[in-house]
């Protein structure tokens, strides 16, 4: 009755004990909800301990529509679970990659900076991981199983089932290659900005020393200075400084400063 086990397989007798992860993407949410899904399987019986989302209704409905799957004993019904927990994890996995391809547009749009989605989503896909992952090793065991619970005609379905498993890991495992290259995109993206910003602003501020540099020298008050007593000397220094400012401007503009 005690949850949080990683996904394995105990044999107990004739008693075999499966633990898988279940996941199911959360689209407005943007999160994996993982729940764990205890197996007891014997000759006789099937029990399933459940915690969190793990229903088992299209399990029993598919099960009850193919009488030659249920021929097989109690192990086909293990294989049919294990089936359908795989079947989750890649629609978990579409959903996801709808997101994944969001970032990827907002990384590279204008004013936005996804970091803490993009966080948010890397800790979402190692939980993926971590529950979808180390199911492989539990499905190999099954598929060397020899008894009555697992017999040998089980086999290449639960081959299938660690077929479409590694799908999902080669799948969780690009999620992840790619979030890491878009942190580093975004991460690159906002350093540009902000370089972008300081030369949009070292240009500004050399503009505006120009007209500052001047007003100081003549706010000096010496009786002694250059054009000072000239009727012309005033909109003669305005014209000056403002052909300056016009000059910086179209150089700073030419370099893509501005």
């Excluded at 049919?80 to 629609?91: K, L, N, P, S």
């Amino acid at each position: 009755m005690r949850a949080h086990q990683r996904p394995k397989v105990e044999e107990y007798g004739e008693t075999i004990h499966v633990v898988v992860k279940t996941a199911r993407y959360v689209d407005p949410k943007e999160v994996i909800e993982v729940g764990e899904l205890s197996v007891f399987v014997a000759p006789g019986f099937v029990i399933t301990v459940r915690h969190g989302n793990a229903d088992l209704a299209k399990v029993r409905e598919r099960l009850e529509g193919r009488p030659d799957l249920l021929e097989k004993g109690p192990g086909a019904v293990l294989y049919a679970i294990c089936d359908h927990v795989v079947d989750r994890y890649m629609e978990a996995g579409h959903g996801f990659d709808e997101d994944v391809r969001e970032v990827e547009l907002q990384v590279f749009g204008e004013g936005q900076n996804p970091t803490e989605r993009i966080y948010k989503l890397e800790r979402e896909v190692l939980e993926f991981q971590a529950a979808a992952v180390p199911l492989g090793e539990a499905l190999e065991e099954l598929c060397r199983a020899e008894g009555t619970v697992i017999p040998q005609a089980l086999h290449e379905y639960f081959r299938d089932v660690e077929d479409h498993l590694r799908r999902v890991a080669t799948r969780i495992e690009n999620f992840r290659q790619l979030l890491d290259s878009a942190l580093e995109a975004n991460l690159t993206q906002v350093s540009m900005r902000q370089n972008e910003d300081m030369r949009k602003i070292s240009a500004w501020v050399a503009i505006a020393a120009v007209p500052t540099m001047v007003a100081g020298i003549y706010g000096m008050n010496f009786e002694t200075m250059p054009e000072l007593e000239w009727r012309f000397g005033y909109p003669t220094v305005l014209a000056v400084v403002l052909a300056i400012c016009v000059f910086l401007y179209w150089r700073f503009k030419r370099a893509g400063w501005l």
